[in-house]
């Protein structure tokens, strides 16, 4: 069962997603929370799997309140989705920055926001088509910063393959099959590259990917 909890300041969004995520059998709303503040508190009182987060809200908002929660060890467990109506670059590098796990604007289709829940439950990163384009874009147009990461050059040949590729997007079964191997083995070196650039998780390392020039520039 994935336990999600829903942190959003307008009402009728929240009955929204708890209505869309509700009736799933494999999904617990466990409780909600109008403020940062008051997110804080429901996420310390419940560990959810998987935090639902606006970034627009009175008092403490979503970056900040995600930034609390990625700085408390005892809430490493918990991955934090952000959902906004806005898909401006700075909202989603901070957020990414920040250590979420993925970000999705709030006119995605139902079916893909339960799997965006899923898929971040599951450690991998979901991130938006258009929202991954625009990181793309505010990633290319800068210089690589592999000097400020020295780890890069504890990757192997492989690592730095299959880096690239979760940069583009792919899941470990697709990195499977893109470089013939199996989806245990892919598993294994995203954990690796992962560890090596101490990356949070899949989100974090596709952040360093484009930063250090690990990542196709051209895709």
């Not at 009955?15 to 909600?32: P, Q, Y």
């Not at 997110?39 to 979503?62: N, Q, S």
């Not at 929660?69 to 806005?86: E, H, K, M, Q, W």
């Not at 899949?202 to 196709?216: E, P």
């Amino acid at each position: 069962m994935i336990r999600v909890a829903l942190v959003d300041d307008q009402p009728l969004v929240r009955a929204g997603l708890r209505t869309m995520l509700g009736c799933e059998d494999d999904l617990e709303i466990v409780g909600e929370a109008a403020d940062g503040h008051q997110a804080l508190a429901l996420i310390r009182a419940t560990r959810p799997d998987v935090v639902l987060m606006d970034v627009r809200m009175p008092g403490l908002d979503g970056i900040a309140a995600l930034r609390e929660i990625t700085a408390d060890p005892g809430l490493s467990a918990v991955r934090v989705l952000i959902l906004t109506t806005f898909d401006l670059d700075e909202h989603v590098e901070d957020a990414l920055r920040a250590g979420a796990s993925g970000f999705v604007l709030k006119d995605i289709d139902p079916d893909e926001l339960v799997r965006s829940v899923r898929v971040v439950a599951a450690g991998e990163a979901w991130v938006a088509p258009s929202v991954l384009k625009r990181m793309v874009r505010s990633f290319v147009s800068r210089p690589t910063a592999a000097a400020a990461r020295p780890e890069v050059s504890t990757l192997t040949a492989r690592e730095r393959e299959v880096v690239a590729l979760v940069a583009r997007g792919l899941s470990n079964d697709e990195i499977a099959v893109a470089l013939t191997m199996s989806p245990a083995t892919a598993r294994t070196h995203v954990s690796r590259a992962m560890t090596k650039l101490r990356a949070r998780d899949r989100a974090q390392l596709v952040v360093i990917a484009y930063q250090c020039g690990l990542a196709d520039r051209d895709s």
